[in-house]
């Protein structure tokens, strides 16, 4: 019998003492304790690639029987730890987010939808939702950025819980006019406040900005706002690359979290692919809402201009969708669309972000 043996992970001779048996392998001691694990919960062996990735070392069968996340912070909890809200959806949260939500009075849950409050005149309303991370998921704040926005008068924005996040919150808007969200709503003293309490947005991982645009802008009726809505989306799709770098996004976190439809001859033909294909929420343009469609390409911002500008590239993107025919746009390029936008503060980051005929500017950067 040999005294020696060859390890099935690393292929390297050990000492037939130094063998460890496990699941039909022969494993030295490095491989043993490096590519295997002991569950938490049953204390089974298994291979390390077949734990479940989560903060405990747990097996697959243990984590489906026994264990949840919180909604809150995504710890993992035994069934028996967590928490959970009479409130019809059944999330689970930790002992720390359930007291936290408990006692806030001005981050709400995240399925918190109230009546759409319309601000400023006109037929276009865009409703900003705006992921801010790394300050805290702390009401307090939550009141201080309120207070800003907010009168007794005009509520403006209410904050959001976002599980997405590490430990920030979401700013949402209700529905403005591009006018009003550049000349009345506070935009900078929001953005400045959240700088000073500690917030990121853009230097973050888990941020993104996404912008609501109402349908009935589109059209009058289901069939002119479809049209339309194909013509946005052959715009996004067609323009990917160039748009991929306005929204300061990789194309890994686009895929996770704004994913393409993909591009077909026309703009009907690329519509009729979103929807055969149906992608759910986490696409370029989330087609799942009854009454906006929403634009969620773009990374998060605590830079105001930045945020000016993305809010008037979207409008600018429905202007085309609207005005042009489908003829025109399938043979619209950059440069000339580029060269139709009128607005300085749009030119300036396009020239930022190195998009905007060669004239490539600097920049302070993104927060």
């Known amino acids: 019998m040999s005294d020696t043996f060859i390890c099935t992970h690393c ?20 491989c043993f304790h490096e590519e ?15 734990a479940v990735d989560s903060d405990r070392v747990l097996c697959e069968g243990c984590y489906d029987d026994y264990y949840v996340n919180c909604e809150g912070c995504g710890r993992t909890l035994h ?59 702390d009401d307090g704040n939550a009141e201080k950025l309120t207070d ?33 969200h550049l000349n009345e ?21 888990t941020c993104g900005l996404h912008i609501h645009v109402n349908r009935n802008t589109f059209g009058s009726n289901h069939e002119e706002q479809e049209e339309c809505i194909s013509r946005v989306l052959f715009f996004v799709e067609r323009f990917w690359q160039e748009l991929l770098k306005f929204s300061r996004r990789t194309e890994g976190q686009l895929a ?7 591009i077909k001859e026309s703009p009907k ?8 294909n149906y992608s759910g929420r986490y696409t370029c343009v989330n087609l799942t809402n009854y009454h906006t469609i929403e634009f969620r390409i773009f990374r998060g911002t605590l830079k105001y201009s930045t945020l000016v500008a993305t809010l008037q590239l979207v409008n600018k993107i429905c202007d085309i969708a609207i005005k042009m025919t489908d003829g025109e746009l399938t043979s619209l390029n950059w440069c000339d669309f580029v060269l139709s936008i009128d607005k300085p503060e749009l030119i300036n980051y396009l020239k930022e972000r190195r998009l ?3 004239e490539p500017i600097e920049c302070e950067e993104d927060v």
Not at 37 to 49: F, K, L, N, S, T
Not at 256 to 262: E, I, K
Not at 269 to 276: C, G, P, V
């Open 11 to 30: 292929g390297e001779q050990w000492d037939i003492e130094d063998r460890h048996n496990f699941d039909g392998a022969e494993l030295c001691p490095d």
């Open 36 to 50: 295997t694990v002991v569950c938490e919960h049953c204390g089974r062996r298994i291979w390390a690639d077949n």
């Open 79 to 137: 069934n028996d730890d967590a928490y959970y809200f009479d409130d019809g959806n059944d999330y689970p949260y930790c002992h720390n987010c359930y007291e936290q939500r408990c006692s806030g009075e001005y981050i709400h849950d995240y399925s918190f939808k109230p009546e759409p409050i319309f601000y400023g005149d006109g037929n276009r309303y865009f409703g900003v939702e705006l992921e801010i991370d790394e300050g805290g998921h």
């Open 148 to 180: 800003i926005a907010n009168t007794i008068d005009e509520k403006r924005i209410y904050i959001k819980h976002d599980g997405s996040l590490n430990d920030g919150m979401e700013i949402v808007t209700h529905p403005m006019s591009l006018d009003y």
């Open 185 to 205: 709503m506070p935009w900078e003293n929001v953005m400045s406040k959240a700088i000073k309490m500690g917030y990121l947005s853009h230097k973050t991982t």
């Open 256 to 262: 996770r979290w704004a994913a393409r439809y993909g």
């Open 269 to 276: 033909a690329t519509l009729d692919n979103a929807k055969k």
């Open 356 to 358: 905007y005929v060669n």
